[in-house]
């Protein structure tokens, strides 16, 4: 409905400049948005404010030359001019009905839009090193990244999800060293277990593992050795636990990318790495100095120039990471996004420059993240009862489920803290945002089957269908009238520009947030309009907008990866 009136005042702005009220070289974009007040209308053009200058009249004159100019239409219930010279427009009942058709027909591909043109966009996510489990705020890129790629999928991008593997570099050997000293332990051996190794329950069990498959053969092996075993052994356990957790939380990847292959030699004599430095040097980007190689971040706007190999002959983890963005845009991707954690904060600008240099700018999209804080009762939750450890992302979802966790990690912006409450997200009332969103469409699928006269006990019934043989197509939607009604259909009518707005801001939140205010119109909308009544034709109609918000309570469900229940 928005590209609707979009083109009203279009229409409505180039018949002024060619009947000569405006000049001829003034800009052409209508300017809608929706109003912070709904009683200020639908939509409102500020595009008399915004040409007020280059016309040279005042806002107001121009607002009358195109509001006088929007002419008749069976869309449009009345056009305002505003204050200083805003145009509100408010839709007339009729196009709100049309919204509903548009709804069913479209089915799960309710609020698709074609942003993306098919372009190609990678998303990284997640990437937690291989050397234990996931903590929460790992839980929170991975809800993050996967409804964004299924966001930008809805916009009309082809997208890639990929998790980059950090398995290079000292951790993996003190993680090696770690197993391998509590799996001595486990053979009865005395070890000196060191301050900086892995502590960490897991690791005893990971060893405990070895030591069940393997027996104590390596308990007398060479130290490099064992080490080096348990080093692939326990990265491919803990590899294959994160990738099973992942899955149940309904997130999937469709690469993982190992750091190790940006290090290793290609046929030519060079890594990835090496290659990646020798093409910036050849491009004036690279200078050596006190031994080092460095990298001129500071051409594009960082505080200073980035080590690429430090003295020693060792790469900086810049240097491999650079390498792995020069292999994404390498693979053809028109936008990268990674997802970070805050303390990655201070690595933007470098890394954007470095996206710059090899010749991608504005190719890459840093998405950061705030911390995420667990409170239980109101009281900071640190530590699992069950192992006296740090809260695991897996602990989080044992004890509230994929579908709460999901939604939780979804309701605020990157860029805020999240707290998040466990015993609410685990309370069944309307208090829960996610329990209140999906009980919306649970109580619709129970007002369906009622009004089909399924068996409301049958739980075989499936209410796609039972919509689809119950509500008439020929409805007569022009009874929908009632405050409630028009509220519930105006809410339906924003999916698609939310949609729009989250993959253009890469910004899921928008979806939780449309999705309370999507339940909280149907909810009002239940309270004062019995949907089933001994009017048959108003029945019909009522029945016809119920089912629409079912599609689209469904649709933006799934957007965030949460299930849309038929029963609670």
Known sequence: MRFTVEDLVSQALSQAIEDGALPEDVPRDPMIERPRDPSHGDYASTVALRLAKAAGKPPREIAEAVASRIGESELVDSVEIAGPGFINIRLAPVALQAILADVRSAGQDFGRADVGEGRRVQVEFVSA????????????????????????????????????????????DVFAKSVAARYLELCGRDVEFAEEWYQGAYVTEIAREILEEEGERWADADSSEREAHFKEKAYAQVLAHLERVLLDVGVGFDVWFSEQTLHE?????????????????????????????????????????????????????????????????????????????????????????????????????IVIGQLVNLFRDGEVVRMSKRTGEMVTFEDLLDEVGADAARY????????????????????????????????????????????????????????????????????PLQLLTAPQELALMRKLGEASEVVEIAARQLAPYKLTRYAEELAGAFHQFYTECKVVSDDEELTAARLYVVDATRVALATVLDLCGVSAPERM
Do not use: C
């Open 129 to 172: 090193n291989p050397v234990g489990p996931m903590h929460v705020g790992h839980g929170r890129w991975a809800a993050l990244g996967d409804s964004l790629a299924r966001v930008l999928e809805h916009a009309g991008y082809d997208v890639e999800r990929e998790f980059y593997i950090n398995d290079a570099g000292v951790q993996m």
């Open 265 to 365: 030699l290609a046929d030519d004599g060079l890594s990835s790495v090496e290659r990646s430095i020798e093409g910036l040097r050849a491009s004036g980007h690279v200078y050596e100095e006190e031994g080092a190689t460095w990298f001129r971040s500071t051409d594009y706007g960082d505080d200073k120039d980035r080590v690429l190999r430090k003295a020693d002959g060792d790469h900086t983890y810049f240097a491999a990471d650079v390498a792995y963005h020069a292999d994404k845009f390498d693979r053809g991707f028109d936008l990268v996004v990674d997802l970070w954690g805050a303390d990655h904060h201070g690595y933007v600008k470098r890394m954007e420059a470095a996206a710059s240099a090899l010749g991608h700018e504005g190719q890459l999209a």
């Open 408 to 475: 939780f990690f979804l309701r605020r912006n990157t860029d805020q803290p999240l707290d998040f409450d466990i015993t609410l997200a685990k309370e069944r009332s309307a208090e829960n945002p996610v329990y209140y969103v999906q009980y919306a469409h649970a109580r619709i699928s129970a007002i369906l089957r009622k009004a089909s006269g399924a068996d409301t006990a049958d739980t075989s019934v499936d209410i796609a269908e039972t919509a689809a043989a119950l509500v008439r197509d020929d409805a």
